[in-house]
């Protein structure tokens, strides 16, 4: 009764009494108190009723009950039964009731619950809840039929009424009473009567029939209710989420239920968006293991969010998407709807792995961009968002894999926190967390996209969230993880520009960064105090509230006596300055835009007060004048602000570091006075020079004056101030004059007073304090010459241009000084040049200065001698080994001493800047273009030298690879400081890779044309020598010179388009642009042509530089640059064949120097090692290709003598032997590793291809583990037992399960692939035990772990017979070790073991087969087995 009461809990409410009085009446025979009419109408059906104990009323009231409904149904059967007239009483019976129920109010009494009779003063013991008198009749098996006919024929007169009075209609009464029986007796009539009433009744009355058959109809009658509704959902949308509704509850077989959920899932696009959440629902729930993916696919196809979006509604609510300090307003239908349709996944997903893990495959699948819809990222987040944690990482990989090949982009995450912002607030959890991962994560690719995740959910969510992101982004900058810092640094300044107001508001959580800046870089810092200062002094002044904390922290730091603090107090009070005294608009209070009087008083003191606190140390006051420099090029202060700064420089420059020109400079200097380096007209009598000798002689009087005796120099002025102070006077005036310097360019050709440079001659007879001075004195000069570069290199006057070139000749010859002067004076430590970085930074000791030409790897600078044609000592030991150094051309000889390498100084110079690269617009001038007095023939032409074109090249290489060169992100070791490679890149870190990369774009054409120049040279040089590189015209220098200049640039070109922001949407404009200046080399009017056809011609145009590369180097950065180029057109498998081509070209060419020796060395060797792997990795087929070398090269090699090549390969010799070998082996390894995995259901063609690529790849193997008892070398053991066990572990994997299923099919094939292997099995134990007698750890090493791998190849053989019912071919045996030549390792006979050998092998193999197939362990008994199939042996010879 508890249950029935339950399931009829819709009829509550309609009171009952106490049956006190019904009791009483029965035991007395007394009739109780009448509240209404009792129906007086005597028929058999009232009588029948009554004496079971129902009384009717008439009117309004309720039904009255005596008994318990258990017992009413029993008496009713009971009479009915023993009745007479049985069974034409029953048809009476029904009569009774059909006339009962005629009248509509009667009618609906019956249908609601009967209430108990009660007496007075008694308590009623019947049930105070009972069921209606239809539902009572119904429980009575001999009656449910014809009631229930009745009822349903009631229905089409109730079907249209509504609900009356506020009440349940008639019709949903009548449906109510069908539930939950105890038993229908013809369950399949009733459901098809229901059936046929769900074809004519209106749709209220469907839905309510539809969603109560699972509650009516009993288990067998399911399926065909669930083909009939299916049925209907065809033609009636209407009736989606009813029928959906009792689908899910009902009990379906599961093909019926696949083919419901396929017709629901062809429907999808016609469902109403409020009926979505219910069809996902159901599709979701109906899923079994083997069908989600498929169903999840289909799923994520159809639904179409976008679709469900109106784009004027979202942005007319978007302007209510937030209420300060609360929640997201109250969400919008559309929002709402789509929030259960997410709330239905997430069920699906979280209950059900299979779910989550389709779900995850489906949106892997999706391989084109445009295929990507907002339901992925949506889903991604709902499976982040689930507890299970494989289900979290599943979709942080997915998302990260998607962002990395550009297939889930920004526009796809805007869209989505566009129009769904309501949807994703659900998610916010989710989204921080994925962002901090994204922005945390090593690969660059991905961190722009965590960023924008922040971005978004900073502008579209509340201030709880904003909150959140803010103090995120705090969290990352705190990291001191560099890649991490700059991305959240950059967000940061972001907001702040777009969202001032409500940065405002964070303002304090960004301040608290400041404690944390010890792990900070500079240039990280400026970006710091850059954000604050712009919310605290901003033109808005929204952060004012942290003015007064800016400047306590500022003056703290300013007046701190550690530099490291000091410096960082100078870098924000700068930042600082630039806020306050930006320029700003016209306003009503300041009609011309100035600024504010006490403003500009602020301003003007707080210059005052970093001057002041600088002054005491000349490396505060570059670093303060350098600072100033930056805030000026790249801010737009107010003009009295900039007027102030430019004047106040102008006249402290002049009256500090220039003098006049007198007749004599005399003076207590340790060298004698020289005026040196001018550029102006002799007649220079009353000019200025740049006063740098008597100017560092007194630096370093008064150091020592000041370190004997504690008084204090009024005012020190150092030469380390010179370049940072004229730098910033060059900046004062462009920024004044518009570009314009006549002002000031005086400076460029006047002289410095320096000392005779024959000094350097004679650096042995010198003092350390003089030598010391010496290279003080060249480091200052050069620095000055860079600044001045600087400064004058974007003049477009043709004498301008000219002196400029001068400069840079001044540098090379100066920089070839410098090299000689730091050989004799070790133990030195240059003055600095790059002052916002510890002063100690990358200082060289006297051991690692000393140049070692065979060690370096890099050359950083090659400086050439004072005349254009002239090159100085080359350090790259790619193009000149020490060999080269020592050509019997004595006037050079004299010239190249030991040296120090230029690159370990680098931090010590000036930084070049980006616009100095324009120089390289500028003509070669080649040796050609000289006379024979070394004149240039063609005056009126600005001409590069080579030493100057070498110089200007190596700067943009670094640059490049500063910039463009992706480097993961590591993290700091523990207890390890910090190489800071930034050092020297300081201006260029102000600059986005993106314009690096369009200037250097810009360049392009110059680039082109030096690189065919190069070209046309070394042409030349083949043509007047017949084509022999060491010809008698060949100048060696010169040579070296220009190879090196050919390698530079196409390190250059190729460092540029490897810049992984190609890949990004918006930067193909610039990828085409760049691929269009090659193109055009070779066709013009080339720029316009697609993509992939720019890609063609600029392949095509670099093929053409393949006949002259003068050396292997410079031919494995011409293949690079080939291989770069041929991934841009999205078609990189077209260019394959070529690129092997020209690489096989390469290592089949004989390379010789200059000299006419062959190319040699370290770094011959590892050029050669990575254009072997280019052409073994671009080859067809790389099986042939190692069999062509290791078949055909390495045995002519091993016929040839000791100093000779191998025929058909002349790069293949015994000193490359190794590399050649390292090198196969790990692209056979490789190579195995992609074969197909087999399948049981291959077919036989299948299965003899795999089993041919495998033979091939076993033959391969064999003949190179063979070559080491020839080449039996330490490093060749090593190679080969390192990769010997990958390639063992591929076989495991990959072939053992083809020969498990081809083994009976391929008898022949599996034989010989198991004998050719074994071969190489037996030697790689022969290694092992080599390795055990020589004890080097080094190959001890692998020993373990490929004797593990010899001992399950022997397991896995004996299970693959097994399977193929021929165990009885292996039996067990005692194994001795043997060392490389076969010979049993005596060691093993101490113990006594005298036991036979045993081979794992076929037993009938040749007699040279039948060594032991060692797979031992330490014992040297240890027993193994081996087997071979009998049967299969007679193919073995």
């Known amino acids: 009764m508890l249950r029935k009461k339950r399931r009829s809990s819709v009829d509550d409410g309609e009171g009952a009494t106490s049956t006190n009085q019904a009791k009483k009446s029965r035991r007395t025979g007394g009739q109780p108190k009448k509240a209404a009419p009792v129906e007086t109408n005597q028929s058999i059906y009232i009588v029948l009723l009554r004496e079971a104990g129902v009384t009717l009323k008439q009117g309004g009231a309720s039904n009255e009950i005596a008994v318990d409904q258990v017992v009413f149904q029993k008496r009713i059967q009971k009479q009915l039964r023993q009745s007479p007239s049985h069974p034409a009483i029953v048809q009476e019976f029904i009569t009774g009731l059909e006339s009962h129920i005629e009248d509509p109010e009667t009618f609906r009494n019956c249908l609601l619950p009967c209430v108990p009779q009660l007496s007075d003063g008694e308590a009623s013991s019947v049930s105070s809840f009972q069921e209606s008198l239809l539902r009572m009749l119904l429980g009575i098996e001999m009656l449910q039929t014809p009631v229930i006919n009745t009822l349903l024929e009631k229905i089409p007169e109730f079907m249209l009424d509504g609900t009356g009075d506020g009440g349940p209609s008639i019709s949903h009464l009548i449906i109510n009473q069908l539930k939950w029986l105890d038993r229908v007796v013809d369950s399949k009539e009733l459901a098809d009567k229901l059936m046929e009433l769900v074809s004519v009744a209106p749709v209220d009355v469907q839905r309510d029939i539809i969603t109560s058959l699972p509650e009516i109809l009993e288990d067998s009658q399911h399926n065909d209710v669930a083909r009939e509704l299916n049925s209907l959902l065809q033609t009636n949308t209407q009736l989606t989420v009813p029928i959906l509704d009792a689908l899910s509850s009902l009990n379906l077989s599961s093909s019926l239920l696949a083919e419901v959920r396929d017709a629901v899932m062809a429907t999808l696009a016609a469902v109403q968006l409020e009926d979505l959440p219910v069809v996902v629902k159901f599709i979701l729930h109906s899923v079994s293991a083997s069908d989600a993916y498929e169903v999840v696919t289909n799923l994520r196809r159809k639904l179409e969010l976008e679709e469900c979006v109106l784009p004027p509604v979202l942005q007319a609510s978007q302007s209510r998407v937030k209420n300060k300090g609360a929640a997201v307003s109250s969400a919008t239908p559309t929002a709402s709807n789509i929030t259960l349709i997410l709330d239905g996944i997430k069920s699906a997903v979280r209950f059900q792995k299979t779910i989550s893990e389709a779900w995850l495959k489906a949106i892997e699948s999706v391989d084109e961009t445009d295929d990507h819809k907002v339901i ?419 003049q477009k006057e043709t004498e301008m241009k000219m002196k400029v070139l001068t400069r840079l000749q001044n540098i090379t010859s100066l920089q070839t000084l410098l090299e000689r002067a730091l050989a004799a004076t070790p133990g030195y430590v240059p003055p600095v040049a790059n002052f916002d970085g510890e002063s100690t930074d990358g200082v060289i000791s006297s051991s690692t200065a000393l140049v070692n030409k065979a060690k370096k790897g890099k050359k950083k600078k090659a400086p ?207 990828l085409k642009k760049a691929l269009g200046v090659l193109a055009e080399r070779l066709k013009e009017q080339s720029s316009d042509l697609p993509l992939e056809q720019l890609v063609k011609c600029s392949f095509e145009y670099l093929l053409n530089f393949r006949s002259t590369v003068p050396s292997l180097t410079i031919a494995l950065c011409l293949s690079q640059l080939l291989s770069s180029v041929s991934e841009k057109g999205g078609n990189s498998a077209a260019y394959r064949e070529q690129i092997a081509s020209i690489a096989k070209c390469f290592l089949t060419q004989q390379w010789v120097t200059a000299c006419g020796e062959k190319e040699r060395g370290s770094k011959f060797n590892e050029a050669l090692q990575i254009l072997l792997s280019i052409y073994l990795e671009h080859a067809d087929d790389v099986l042939k290709a190692v069999e062509d070398i290791a078949g055909e090269g390495i045995p002519e090699l091993l016929n040839a003598s000791k100093d000779e090549s191998s025929a058909s390969w002349p790069t293949l010799n015994r000193q490359t032997f190794l590399v050649f070998y390292k090198v196969m082996m790990a692209k056979l390894e490789k190579a195995a590793r992609k074969i197909p995995a087999s399948k049981m259901n291959d077919n036989t063609e299948t299965q003899s291809h795999k089993l041919l690529t495998w033979n091939l790849a076993v033959r391969d193997f064999h003949i190179l583990v063979n070559l080491v008892k020839v080449f039996d070398s330490r490093p060749v053991l090593n190679v080969c037992l390192k990769y010997g066990r990958l390639f063992l572990e591929s076989f495991l994997k990959l072939g053992m399960p083809l020969l498990d299923y081809s083994f009976k099919k391929h008898k022949e094939d599996a034989q010989n692939l198991l004998k050719t292997f074994q071969l190489s099995t037996r030697q790689l134990h022969h290694m092992c035990g080599h390795s055990k007698i020589h004890q080097d750890t080094s190959l001890t090493n692998h020993v373990p772990a490929l004797k593990k791998s010899l001992e399950l190849f022997v397991y896995r053989v004996k299970a693959m017979l097994m399977l193929n019912n021929c165990q009885e071919a292996f039996w067990m045996g005692n194994l001795k070790n043997r060392n490389l030549k076969g010979e049993e390792i005596l060691s093993q006979r101490s113990h006594g073991s005298d036991e036979e050998e045993e081979d794992e092998q076929r037993s009938p193999l040749p007699q040279e087969q039948s060594e032991d197939e060692a797979q031992e362990s330490d014992s040297a008994e240890n027993k193994k087995i081996s087997g071979e199939e009998d049967d299969i042996t007679d193919d073995s010879e």
């Open 376 to 794: 992925d990222v949506l889903v991604l987040l709902i499976l982040h968002s689930t507890n299970a944690n494989q289900s979290r990482r599943g979709a942080e990989r997915v998302l990260k894999a998607k962002v990395r090949n550009g297939l889930i982009q920004d526009a796809l995450l805007q869209r989505t926190f566009r129009d769904y912002y309501q949807v994703m607030r659900g998610y916010f959890s989710s989204i921080l967390a994925v962002a901090q991962s994204l922005l945390r994560s090593p690969d660059p690719g991905v961190v722009p996209f965590g960023g924008h995740m922040y971005q978004q959910s900073f502008t579209v969510f509340d201030s709880y969230c904003q909150q959140e992101v803010v103090g995120s982004l705090v969290a990352h900058v705190c990291s001191g993880v560099g890649r991490e810092v700059d991305m959240a640094l950059e967000l940061l300044c972001g907001l702040v520009t777009e969202k001032p107001s409500e940065m405002a508001q964070y303002a304090v959580f960004v301040k608290g960064s400041l404690d944390y800046m010890d792990n900070l870089t500079p240039q990280q810092i400026r970006r710091l105090f850059h954000l604050l200062s712009s919310l605290a002094f901003g033109q808005q002044q929204q952060g004012s509230h942290i003015q007064d904390d800016m400047h306590i922290v500022i003056r703290k730091q300013l007046s701190s006596t550690v530099p490291k603090y000091k410096r960082i107090g100078i870098i924000g009070a700068v930042m600082i300055l630039g806020s306050m005294g930006a320029s700003r608009p016209e306003t009503k209070e300041s009609q011309n835009g100035s600024l504010p009087q006490e403003t500009f008083r602020q301003v003007t003191a707080l210059l005052e007060l970093v001057r002041s606190s600088s002054e005491s140390s000349p490396e505060a006051s570059a670093l303060y004048y350098d600072e100033l420099a930056n805030l000026i090029l790249n801010s737009t202060l107010d003009p009295e602000v900039q007027e102030s700064i430019a004047k106040s420089v102008l006249d402290d420059f002049q009256d500090e570091f220039v003098v006049d020109l007198g007749p004599e400079i005399t003076g207590p200097f340790p060298f004698p006075a020289r005026v040196l380096y001018n550029l102006d007209d002799e007649e220079s009598q009353g000019h200025i020079a740049i006063n740098l000798l008597p100017l560092l002689a007194k630096d370093i009087q008064n150091k020592g004056d000041l370190h004997s005796q504690d008084k204090k120099a009024d005012k020190r002025v150092s030469p380390l101030c010179l370049s940072p102070f004229f730098r910033l006077l060059r900046l004062c005036e462009e920024k004044q004059h518009h570009g314009d310097l006549e002002e000031i360019d005086g400076l460029l050709g006047c002289p410095l007073v320096l000392t005779d440079m024959d000094a350097v001659e004679k650096m042995d007879s010198l003092s350390k304090a003089e030598k010391e001075f010496l290279c003080t004195l060249l480091f200052h000069t050069i620095n000055w010459f860079r600044e001045v570069v600087n400064a004058f290199c974007k």
């Open 864 to 1070: 050439g001698k004072s005349s254009s044609e002239s090159s100085s000592q080359l350090e790259e030991t790619n193009e000149a080994d020490e060999t080269l150094q020592e050509q019997p051309e004595k006037e050079q000889e004299k010239e190249i001493r030991p040296g120090v390498s230029l690159g370990s100084y680098r931090q010590f110079f000036r930084e070049l800047d980006m616009e100095v690269l324009s120089v390289l617009q500028c003509g070669l001038l080649a040796r050609s273009l000289l006379d024979s007095e070394l004149h240039t023939k063609v005056q009126e032409q600005v001409l590069l030298g080579p030493a100057e074109l070498v110089f200007l090249l190596e700067d943009m290489l670094r640059k490049l690879e500063f910039s463009l060169a992706a480097a993961p992100a590591k993290r700091a070791p523990f207890l390890k400081g910090r190489s800071n490679k930034s050092v020297g890149f300081s201006h260029l870190q102000q600059r986005s890779s993106k314009d690096i990369a369009n200037c250097c774009i810009q360049l392009l054409p110059a680039i082109c044309s030096h690189l065919e120049d190069c070209h046309n040279h070394f042409q030349t040089l083949l043509t007047n020598n017949n084509g022999v590189v060491d010809g008698p015209s060949t100048h060696v220098q010169e040579h070296q010179l220009m190879s090196y200049c050919y390698h530079l640039l196409l390190q250059v070109l190729n460092t540029t388009f490897c810049w992984s922001g190609f890949s990004l949407l918006g930067q193909r404009g610039l």
